[in-house]
């Protein structure tokens, strides 16, 4: 079993960057896949990345590929997503998850990841 905990969310103008993080405590963070989704108010969570157990292979919401990195650093049971060129419709908050399945093409639903954090709020303003 694994608790989760994010951290780094706050207030950025558009175009700018916010780096995410998340620090699992419990045992065998190595052998969890990572995820990252975000809800915004009144719309269902939904999938931003996914990585890997060994954090070697990643995927992306097509809303976000190019500007967003996820990854993954077992040494310190955390994983992050750094975000980049933040827009207004980024605004949300963010939600890691871990589960220890993988499939081809990542974990996207919801249905998949057995343990989330808290969440963070992101806040991109125009």
């Known amino acids: 079993q694994v608790q989760l905990a994010e951290s780094g969310g706050g207030l950025v103008q558009a175009g700018g960057s916010l780096r995410l993080s998340c620090v699992a405590s419990?045992?065998?963070?190595?052998?969890?896949?990572m995820g990252w989704f975000r809800q915004a108010p009144g719309k269902e969570r939904e999938f931003v990345a996914t990585?890997?157990?060994?954090?070697?292979?990643?995927y992306y919401a097509d809303s976000v590929k190019g500007r967003f990195t996820i990854s993954k650093d077992n040494a310190k049971n955390t994983a992050y997503l750094q975000m980049s060129s933040l827009k207004p419709e980024d605004t949300a908050a963010y939600y890691c998850?871990?589960?220890?399945?993988?499939?081809?093409?990542?974990?996207?639903?919801?249905?998949?990841?057995?343990?989330w954090g808290q969440g963070t709020q992101v806040t991109v303003s125009a």
């Open positions: 990585i890997n157990y060994t954090g070697d292979l990643a």
């Open positions: 419990g045992r065998g963070f190595s052998s969890y896949t």
């Open positions: 998850a871990a589960d220890q399945n993988w499939t081809e093409g990542g974990l996207r639903s919801v249905e998949w990841y057995d343990y």
